[in-house]
């Protein structure tokens, strides 16, 4: 049982590039979700999904893109990446009540 | 406790004390509430949790108190050792809507 994993773990891209962050879990869960961690601020929620299908916006949503096709998998794409994208990545996942994160992925946009 | 800004709170203590770490969570209406340990270029671990039903949880070494009047979550670690060095924030859990809101962290350091 691995729990959340993701990939990368490390990324450096330039102004304008598109790229996938990959996220998946083992545990069966319904629903997942993308955060970014900024210095000083707390963990702040992307987009989320309650099921496969099904995704929808959190509170940071501008700029990303992601889609849910099986239980297992919600990658998070960035369409055309800024410097403002620069972040910590994590993605969670939660069965009744409990959150779990993944490692994160740390990505520089330059 | 935890604030919103540029440098997270601190809290020192030697080996073997007792740590004390604060949370001001912001809504009344939130139903629960998670400890996470965060060590410098990891994600997010599970500490602990409790229902907004209940006032005190306890685990290994650790315990959460709970007091819904003040919206205060605190996070006890019973003789703290190295390996507990880390941020630690709180998560409250929003029952409208349906997710969690999460403080900025207090930095844990221990002193061997």
């Known amino acids: 049982n691995a729990g959340v994993t993701q990939t990368p773990k490390f990324q450096v891209l330039k102004t304008g590039q598109s790229m996938t962050l990959q996220c998946a879990q083992d545990?069966?869960?319904?629903?997942m979700s993308w955060y970014r961690q900024d210095p000083g601020m707390g963990l702040r929620l992307i987009h989320y999904s309650v099921g496969a299908g099904i995704t929808d916006q959190g509170e940071v949503p501008n700029g990303y893109n992601v889609s849910r096709s099986t239980t297992e998998d919600f990658p998070l794409r960035l369409l055309s990446a800024a410097p403002s994208q620069t972040s910590v990545y994590f993605c969670?996942?939660?069965?009744?009540?409990?959150?779990?994160f993944g490692p994160g992925t740390r990505l520089l946009v330059l | 406790g935890e604030s919103v800004g540029l440098h997270l709170p601190t809290l020192s203590v030697q080996e073997g004390d007792n740590s004390i770490i604060n949370c001001a969570y912001s809504n009344s209406a939130s139903d629960y509430f998670i400890w996470y340990k965060q060590e410098s270029g990891k994600g997010p671990q599970f500490i602990i949790d409790i229902r907004s039903n209940m006032d005190k949880r306890q685990g290994q070494r650790v315990t959460v108190l709970l007091n819904k009047t003040v919206k205060h979550l605190s996070l006890q670690i019973a003789a703290t050792q190295p390996g507990d060095s880390a941020v630690y924030f709180c998560?409250?859990?929003?029952?409208?809507?349906?997710?969690?809101?999460f403080g900025t962290g207090t930095s844990l350091t221990v002193i061997p």
């Open positions: 998560a409250e859990h929003l029952y409208t809507g349906n997710q969690f809101y």
């Open positions: 969670a996942s939660r069965g009744q009540e409990t959150q779990y």
């Open positions: 545990m069966n869960h319904e629903y």
